[in-house]
């Protein structure tokens, strides 16, 4: 029996929770020093989704954009967004972060992911919506819980 491999794409899923909630350092900080400074300031420095889209070094990692387009601008890139970032591209998407938790409880064969039933019912429509993400997917989506208890990752 031989494998084979039928398509792939990349994803670049925006969550800035996951950051706040989940990194390493924040969860040391928050047990060490949990009024720190860097705990405060860390949602201000996060990037909101339309600068993700904007972002030239991810247009260009969906393949929005050339390598060479991207070298040809002067860096740093940050502050030199395009002017309107598409979500998809020939090589895959930058997802955002409702849909990225969607797609997380899908693949979750251990059912270890609970969404809240409001939060599925608002996500699911657009999650089915994606052109990449087909009915089988969209079928293997939990009607989500009443009430969640404590992070909802």
């Known amino acids: 029996m031989n494998s084979v491999i039928k398509g792939a794409s990349y994803i670049l899923a925006h969550a800035p929770d996951m950051v706040i909630h989940n990194g390493t350092t924040q969860t040391t900080e928050r047990i060490v020093n949990p ?10 420095h ?59 409880q899908v693949c979750d064969v251990f059912d270890l992911l609970h969404l809240e039933k409001g939060f599925v019912a608002d996500v699911k429509p657009r999650f089915a919506a994606n052109p990449i993400i087909s009915e089988d997917i969209v079928a293997r989506v939990h009607e989500g819980v009443e009430q969640c208890r404590g992070y909802l990752l």
Do not use: C, H
Not at 35 to 44: A, G, I, R, T
Not at 47 to 75: F, K
């Open 35 to 44: 009024n720190s400074e860097y705990l405060v300031k860390l949602p201000s």
């Open 46 to 104: 996060l990037r909101s989704y339309e600068d993700v889209l904007n972002y030239r070094p991810n247009q260009t990692y969906i393949g929005n954009l050339t390598p060479a387009e991207l070298g040809a601008v002067e860096q740093p890139w940050y502050d030199k967004p395009v002017e309107s970032g598409s979500r998809y591209g020939k090589f895959g998407e930058i997802m955002p972060e409702d849909e990225f938790y969607m797609l997380m």
